[in-house]
């Protein structure tokens, strides 16, 4: 039987959670934070997502609040007694001088696997962000599962940034050819939204062989990358992040 779990998330200005609600495999828990940000961290209390699995995250980062939203461990997609493909929703919102830091850990794409990944970000004028996504192709010495994955952000209601990426059988051909993934088996992105880019864009730089930070039509960074295994990406992207981020 395929699961539906809804997780939501409100983070108000004084650091409070007025709501925190687990469900299903999504456990939400509040746990210790450095600075000024209430952390919630997203445990999985059961294998998920599978086939046919419809999962999603509800977070509301009211105006003036600064919330950290983390994962104990990687998310798994797995195949499920169904053939139908998973989906796994993530809604945000932030209001106007708030700060949101979404650094979930990687997303496996288990081989047999078919899931697809939204996450709709609306900000207003004045919020800030940083949002991590990691993707690895495969559990060590296995293909990768089918893996869709759209992101979507909207900045004072004007679009920021739309994209789609596809992987794994029944993707686009090319996708694991030289101009995408040239054989690697990690892929990730990296966004900043930060107003003070307004005056000051990001200055477009490679890191390494492998990643490129470029700033978007907005006062956005963009940081892309491909890497071998998830320990190699997430070391170029936490350099990025480091260069990156002044809050």
């Not at 979404?102 to 709709?120: D, F, I, K, N």
């Not at 956005?220 to 320990?231: C, F, K, S």
């Amino acid at each position: 039987m395929s699961l539906r779990a809804t997780a939501r998330i409100a983070a108000d200005a004084d650091g409070g959670l007025p709501l925190l609600v687990s469900d299903g495999p999504l456990a939400l828990r509040r746990t210790r934070a450095a600075g000024p940000y209430t952390r919630v961290t997203v445990v999985g209390a059961m294998s998920a997502p599978l086939g046919g699995d419809r999962l999603a995250i509800e977070t509301e980062v009211r105006d003036g609040a600064r919330l950290q939203v983390d994962s104990a461990a990687a998310t798994l997609a797995l195949p499920g007694r169904t053939t139908d493909p998973a989906a796994y929703d993530v809604r945000v919102r932030v209001g106007e001088g708030a700060v949101l830091r979404w650094l979930p850990e990687q997303l496996v794409s288990a081989a047999g696997s078919h899931l697809r990944m939204r996450t709709t970000v609306d900000l207003a004028a004045t919020a800030r962000l940083v949002l991590r996504e990691e993707l690895v192709l495969g559990r060590h010495g296995e293909p990768s599962g089918t893996l869709t994955s759209r992101l979507t952000v909207r900045r004072a209601g004007r679009p920021l940034l739309d994209q789609e990426l596809a992987f794994g059988p029944g993707a686009p051909d090319g996708w694991d050819g030289g101009a995408v993934l040239g054989g690697h088996g990690a892929t990730g992105q990296l966004l900043v939204v930060e107003p003070a880019f307004t005056e000051k864009p990001v200055e477009t730089r490679l890191y390494g062989e492998n990643a490129v930070v470029a700033p978007l039509a907005g006062p956005a960074a963009l940081v892309t990358a491909v890497a071998p295994d998830a320990l190699a990406l997430r070391r170029v992207l936490d350099e990025a992040l480091a260069g990156l981020v002044p809050f």
